[in-house]
């Protein structure tokens, strides 16, 4: 059997396996297919697989496998794609699309650096693949990602410039806010360059086709309420600060608990060898029914052991619930302490105003009397010259 | 009502203002152009996957203009020659490629990928004998499966059941003809001898210039005094039931593609039948024009031909 007949073999075999539902043998089976090729014959042997798996229901399963288990390298793959006619490397890049929508993850880790790739095939293969992910379950939001894709706006090939519109125009439908800030926020910075018209156009045009009448009331109604939040932060982030400084005392004291733990089950260690070593010497003389009974009381000291730390955990979040409340309760003091010294505050303003009417009815009684003896004076003298005047009559 | 198709067709037949029919005209051009150089082109995966002109008929267009590759949307043409490789590879393709149009040396090096310059070079220079000479290595010492026929204007290959026609002097190729029509007696005539030649080489052919070409085939007397007399019953042979059954069935398909079918008893007394295939055939458009022969057509002209020399004629010489 020459090489030709033995390939044909191998590929009627895959083929059967994947007709017969034997995916992990099909699996196996194209991992050897591959693995013997030499560097000639890889792209090749690569090209019959995907041409048998396009053909066969179930070959997108097989697929499937083949990626994850590493059989097949997404970023080698597409770059051996890219020497291959266009026909074989879309068509294969559609194949992946149910798995792109359904399971990103298997993707999304290569991406970026696929799309700084030399190849501008690989370029945009993988713009193409990101496009595909988009439009299934997964919501792209990794910044870094989205920003190297904005680059590709300037790309020297512009089949990759179109192909980094669509996707960006992709993504975006699905997390517009999102989108439209990193959009602003680039094209600000690149917006002193005269050459780069060009690229804020494309942003315009991304931004036209995610943002409508009803996301612009979305977006706006966010901005508003991350305004009110920001607010709330920032107190959050004063309390936040004042926890983590009696956090920060709580790991002093956790650290050194495991301290003294540590040098405790050292000791036991130590212990544990001295019985071992007596244990050993006695274990010739020990029968089968005392090391059994031994080993029940192992496994029981083990439950024991593990109770105690279910013990330990449970005290420990106690402990977090008390200290939680214990800090409600500070908090709740000191707003009580605010309350006590405004009441304070506003009693001594209160006698401060009592002394001062009490002041003021003094001062008029005073007066009175002042105004009383004056009369009471001039009334005696009048008496004391009438007095006087009747005297000399 | 719309605007419909026929009112403009009707329109440029009609118009007798020249500067209308033009900015009419200059109007479909730029759409085109739009389409396959900006629309088009622009996404490379969908004009690969999903291109905006059914089975890139708008590069037929172009090529049978005689424009020249600067003139063609460059990644389309090179999907197009792709898919007509990976058809001819039997590989997956998104699209049959019948009645695709190539430039002469991109159909060499798809279907004679060694020796592609040196036959485009022969080829354009007239040297065909050169280039029959690697035709006929590649024929006995490759093991290459292909027949091809010279006539004055064409260089007609069939690899399997697929025709592809060279134009010389237009310099490019027909590739897998099935639904163009033929468009000359001279094409017609070479066809025929080629599938003569291969699968019925005894039957007389005759061609009648810038009319018809003649099929002859014969249906010996000992076959004709084998058939049953009598209508088909349970026991017949596989012959009764062809000639019973099937044979007239046959007749009356191809009168819509020939011009004339004859039959007649020669000295003999074996069955002889003409058929005078022309360019034209007895099937007609809905303006009462008769429609042309297509490549297709032709195929079950020569399906019947087979049938008849294979099972009914050769057996019994």
């Known amino acids: ?393 | 009502m719309p605007l419909k198709e026929e009112h403009i067709l009707k329109y440029l037949n009609t118009e007798s203002d020249t500067k209308n029919k033009s900015e009419l005209i200059d109007l479909l051009r730029n759409t085109i152009d739009k389409l396959c150089f900006d629309d088009c082109e622009r996404d490379r995966i969908a004009c690969t996957l999903q291109p905006k002109c059914s089975r890139r008929h708008l590069l037929k267009l172009r090529i049978k203009s005689e424009l020249k590759i600067d003139d063609l949307p460059k990644f389309c043409y090179s999907v197009h020659k792709g898919v007509v490789e990976r058809f001819f590879r039997n590989k997956t393709v998104i699209y049959r490629p019948f009645d695709a149009y190539l430039y002469l040396i991109d159909f060499l090096d798809v279907f004679f990928h060694g020796d592609y310059r040196k036959l485009n070079k022969f080829i354009s220079f007239n040297k065909l004998e050169d280039a029959f000479k690697i035709f006929d290595d590649r024929i006995h010492n490759r093991n290459e499966k292909f027949e091809y026929l010279k006539t004055d204007n064409y260089l007609i290959f069939k690899f399997e059941d697929r025709i592809h026609v060279l134009y010389l002097n237009e310099k490019y190729v027909l590739c897998n003809a099935n639904r163009e029509s033929i468009t000359s007696l001279e094409l017609l005539n070479g066809i025929c001898q080629l599938y003569a030649e291969i699968y019925f080489p005894e039957v007389k052919l005759a061609f009648i210039p810038s009319k018809h070409v003649e099929i002859s085939l014969k249906v010996p007397y000992d076959i004709l005094t084998k058939i049953s007399r009598e209508p088909l019953q349970d026991n017949d042979s596989k012959m009764d039931q062809y000639f019973w059954n099937t044979f007239w069935e046959d007749l009356n398909a191809l009168t819509q593609y020939c011009d004339q079918i004859s039959l007649h008893e020669d000295k003999n007394q074996n069955l002889e039948i003409i058929l005078h295939v022309s360019l034209l055939t007895n099937n007609y458009t809905e303006e009462g024009d008769k429609l042309k022969l297509r490549h297709r057509d032709l195929r079950l002209i020569f399906n019947f031909a087979t049938r008849i020399y294979t099972e009914y004629y050769i057996l019994w010489i």
């Not at chain 1, 299934?136 to 680059?151: N, R, V, Y």
């Not at chain 1, 090939?157 to 439908?173: R, S």
């Not at chain 1, 002193?192 to 943002?211: G, P, Q």
């Open chain 1, 1 to 393: 059997m020459n090489d030709t007949e033995k390939e044909v073999v191998e590929i009627l075999q895959i083929k059967d396996f994947v007709k017969d539902g034997r995916f992990d043998d099909a699996v196996h089976t194209i991992g050897l297919y591959i693995g013997d090729a030499n560097e000639n014959e890889y792209l090749d042997r690569l090209e019959n697989v995907i041409e048998t798996l396009l053909t066969l229901h179930g070959g997108r399963t097989v697929l499937r496998f083949l990626i994850e288990n590493l059989i097949i390298d997404i970023p080698s793959l597409l770059e051996h794609l890219s020497k291959r006619d266009p026909v074989l490397r879309f068509t294969f890049l559609l194949l992946l699309k149910t798995i792109c929508e359904k399971e990103c993850d298997l993707f999304l880790p290569y991406s970026e650096n696929l799309v700084t790739s030399d190849d501008p095939n690989v370029r945009e293969a993988a713009l193409q693949l990101l496009i595909y992910m988009a439009g299934g379950d997964a919501i792209i939001d990794d910044e870094s990602l989205i920003k190297t894709i904005l680059i590709k706006l300037s790309d020297e090939k512009d089949f990759v410039v179109e192909k980094a519109l669509q996707t960006l125009k992709a993504i975006g439908i699905k997390s517009p806010k999102f989108m439209t800030k990193i959009l602003t926020d680039y094209a600000k910075e690149i917006s002193e360059m005269a050459e780069n018209e060009r690229i804020k156009d494309l942003i315009d045009e991304i931004l036209k086709s995610i943002v409508s009448i009803d996301k612009i009331e979305e977006i706006v109604e966010e901005e508003i309420e991350s305004s009110e939040a920001e607010e709330k932060i920032e107190l959050l982030d004063k309390e936040e600060s004042e926890i983590l400084n009696k956090e920060f005392e709580l790991k002093k004291k956790k650290l050194e608990i495991k301290k003294k733990k540590l040098e405790l089950e050292e000791k036991e260690k130590e212990i544990l060898e001295k019985e071992s070593e007596i244990g050993d010497e006695k274990e010739i003389k020990i029968p089968k029914k005392l090391k059994k009974k031994e080993e029940e009381i192992i496994d029981k000291e083990i439950e024991l052991k593990k109770k105690d730390l279910e013990i330990k955990k449970k005290k420990l979040e106690l402990e977090e619930r008390e200290k939680d409340l214990e800090e409600k309760e500070i908090l709740e003091r000191e707003k009580a302490l605010i309350l006590k010294e405004e009441l304070i505050e506003q009693e001594k303003a209160l006698s401060q105003v009592e002394l001062e009417l009490k002041q003021k009815s003094i001062e008029q009684k005073e007066q009175k009397i002042k105004h009383d003896e004056m009369k009471r004076v001039e009334e005696e003298l009048k008496k004391v010259t009438e007095k006087k005047e009747d005297n000399t009559d």
